[in-house]
């Protein structure tokens, strides 16, 4: 979406930009921001400048149709809605050709069009925030840090916040059931900050004993301790445990304490939601920001890229070829409620590959069994098509006619689908 401004904006061209009409009174109802481009040359120049999030271009001749092959160039997340006359199927078939993401015929079906632009702006918004990720995993992948993956809204905001603590010298608390990401998240923060060129310094300290505390924080003669190596760096002080017992809080003191506290440093703590509440009332001493991580059973729309990263480390790691994972397989992994979290869904990613005897992986091979956990429930048949929608969507780059096609659809029936899921 535009940034500079909160309504998403649209740029028309060809023989609807002229400035009225239906067409211009049924967007701005919407709450569009609209644009016109008079000429070629205006509609180069203005999607040159990138503050639209979709372009109608109104196409009379196959030579407008040549237009979008220069307007992907100048902004391939721009999506393009070619608007065509009915017996032009021509210059329909054309603009997908050169570029476009959907077509609409003329006279406009305001229902469908306003289908098309809701979907094609939510798209594009999508596909310019995992580029943002994909830059900022390019950077982690050259630190030997596993990749983000964002699709869930529960996870964008996730990212999203934490990317604006990574900028601030604030210390961070993670908290989330176990094996939701918290080591990986802490050693991002660390990464995307301005302390990415000295050390994170890792303390696990659960189950340690405070005699073997003191001699991990002072050091002794052999070994340089906690305290002096985190200097002007960043303390990741992770498995808090279940509880604050004594080790907690005699390492509480250590921090706070003139003397034994490290000069300039950042804190990230990790710990569990069972014992949130009591250490976020102790991490409030030390100006620690709250972060939430959710369990992947909130974060659903995740659950496919990360099977499909999973699956990528694993053959890597064995010597195998990649197999793909099955539509099926995805479909019991969305819809299965992974009381493990990441470290589950890693764990059945890795036997499944050992398991499986020919491409590609099937929901057998994955032998998920659902149980209902505490707060935990079956997806609904309604939830498992909005992912498989979006899954195909994905798969191509939101060109609406072929992720129809991938689902046995007709376009028109998966703009239903599209609107019905706020997609």
Not at 31 to 44: I, K, N, P
Not at 50 to 70: K, M, Q
Not at 89 to 101: H, M, N, S, W
Not at 242 to 249: D, F
Request: proline share 4%.
């Amino acid at each position: 979406m535009n940034l500079a401004s909160s309504a998403p904006g649209i740029l028309l061209a060809g023989g609807q930009g002229n400035g009225s009409g239906d067409l211009h009174l049924l967007l701005r109802s919407e709450g569009y921001r609209l644009q016109s481009a008079r000429s070629t040359d205006e509609l180069l120049t203005t999607v040159e400048k990138r503050g639209f999030d979709a372009l109608l271009l109104d196409l009379t001749d196959p030579a407008d149709a040549r237009v979008i092959s220069r307007v992907v160039e100048l902004d391939d997340t721009l999506p393009v809605i070619a608007m065509t006359g009915p017996d032009r199927r021509d210059l329909a078939t054309k603009a997908l050709d050169c570029g476009a993401r959907d077509f609409v015929e003329l006279p406009i079906d305001k229902q469908r069009l306003l289908a098309s632009v809701r979907a094609q702006v939510a798209l594009a918004e999508s596909l310019r925030l995992s580029r943002v990720l994909r830059r900022e995993n390019l950077f982690l992948r050259r630190s030997g840090l596993r990749p983000l993956i964002a699709d869930a809204p529960e996870s964008q905001r996730l990212v999203e916040r934490l990317e604006t603590l990574a900028r601030s010298e604030t210390n961070v608390l993670l908290s989330g059931e176990r094996g939701t990401g918290k080591q990986v998240l802490a050693r991002w923060l660390h990464a995307m900050s301005n302390r990415r060129d000295r050390p994170l310094v890792r303390l696990s300290i659960y189950g340690l004993p405070v005699a073997r505390l003191e001699r991990e924080w002072h050091g002794d003669g052999e070994v340089v301790g906690v305290r002096a190596q985190c200097e002007n760096a960043t303390l990741f002080l992770d498995d808090f445990g279940e509880r604050v017992g004594k080790t907690e809080v005699r390492l509480m003191e250590l921090l706070e304490r003139d003397g034994t506290a490290p000069r300039n440093t950042r804190t990230v703590f990790a710990v569990t939601s069972k014992c949130e509440t009591t250490l976020h009332e102790l991490a409030i001493g030390l100006d620690a920001v709250a972060v939430r991580v959710p369990p992947l059973r909130e974060r659903r729309e995740d659950i496919p890229a990360l099977a499909d990263h999973f699956l990528t480390e694993h053959a890597n790691r064995f010597g195998k070829r990649v197999f793909t994972i099955a539509d099926d397989a995805i479909a019991a992994a969305v819809a299965h409620d992974w009381p493990g979290n990441l470290r589950e869904l890693d764990d059945r990613i890795e036997q499944a590959l050992l398991r499986a005897a020919r491409d590609p992986i099937t929901a057998g091979d994955l032998a998920l069994h659902q149980r209902a956990e505490p707060g935990g429930r079956d997806l609904t048949l309604r939830e498992a098509e909005r992912h498989l929608i979006q899954r195909a969507l994905d798969r191509f780059q939101g060109n609406v006619s072929r992720a129809a096609e991938s689902l046995g659809l007709s376009r028109s029936s998966l703009y239903r689908r599209i609107d019905r899921h706020r997609l």
